[in-house]
């Protein structure tokens, strides 16, 4: 079975300054997905960010970026020009691919971010 | 546009009561439904799934069910509720194909048992 591991449970950043969180996975599939989600204090999931195993690059997605290292089976967020609307708690999933006829998501336990201004 | 709505937003209920919440999707027709739990300070765990009307499909066996009257309608139930249900319960829905690669998630029911 797929497991994920975020292994910062809390982090903290400026206003304006950078932040990576962390996130490894275990899997013996060779395609996959690969997402981060983000739950704000109304606790409403949001996609924040998608990869797709087979593609080399990584997705980026305006102040969101991915550090995706396959081979390390790491999967790393970076945020950019921090903002306080950025608080929250992140959470890394994974997707297993196609032979089933659902997506179920595994996901990590979490990382709480705060943003300091 | 797609949007998901779940009902109640918050339920405080007796233990050994019954329990019914409902998930419905909108501007899409025969999608992935799933239900998930989040217990306090924790990673989500997917409970059920459906890929079609009375398709269901249980990933942990637990004291609840799931049921699909509806091509976009998706219930969890119990008969009788334990204190372990409390937590927060997420919704989602993804569609077909290479689709069901995003799901989307409701705002949550939270489930106080008492």
């Known amino acids: 079975a797929q497991t994920v591991t975020q292994s910062q449970p809390e982090m903290s950043v400026q206003e304006a300054e950078t932040v990576t969180l962390s996130c490894t996975y275990d899997?013996?599939?060779?395609?996959?997905?690969l997402f981060w989600y983000k739950q704000p204090p109304s606790r409403q999931m949001i996609l924040v960010i998608r990869?797709?195993?087979?593609?080399?690059q990584n997705a980026t997605e305006n102040r969101f970026s991915v550090n995706f290292q396959k081979a390390a089976k790491s999967f790393s967020l970076k945020i950019s020009d921090s903002q306080l609307g950025d608080a929250a708690m992140y959470f890394c999933?994974?997707?297993?691919?196609?032979?089933?006829?659902?997506?179920?998501?595994?996901f990590g336990q979490g990382t709480i971010l705060t943003v300091h201004p | 546009s797609q949007t998901i709505h779940q009902w109640p937003a918050t339920l405080v209920q007796p233990v050994g009561s019954p329990l019914s919440l409902e998930c419905t999707v909108e501007?899409?027709?025969?999608?992935?439904l799933y239900w998930y739990r989040q217990a306090a300070g924790r990673g989500l765990q997917l409970l059920f799934y459906?890929?079609?009307?009375?398709?269901i499909s249980s990933e942990v066996p637990q004291n609840l069910s799931a049921s699909r009257p509806q091509d976009r309608q998706f219930i969890l139930s119990s008969k009788k509720l334990l204190l372990s249900d409390s937590g927060f319960y997420l919704c989602?829905?993804?569609?077909?194909?290479?689709?069901?690669?995003?799901?989307?998630f409701g705002a949550g029911t939270r489930l106080s048992v008492l």
């Open positions: 989602a829905w993804s569609g077909k194909g290479l689709a069901k690669n995003i799901q989307y």
């Open positions: 899997t013996s599939e060779s395609d996959y997905y």
């Open positions: 990869q797709e195993a087979y593609k080399q």
């Open positions: 999933a994974y997707r297993s691919p196609g032979g089933t006829s659902y997506g179920k998501l595994t």
């Open positions: 501007g899409t027709s025969n999608p992935n």
């Open positions: 459906s890929v079609g009307i009375g398709q």
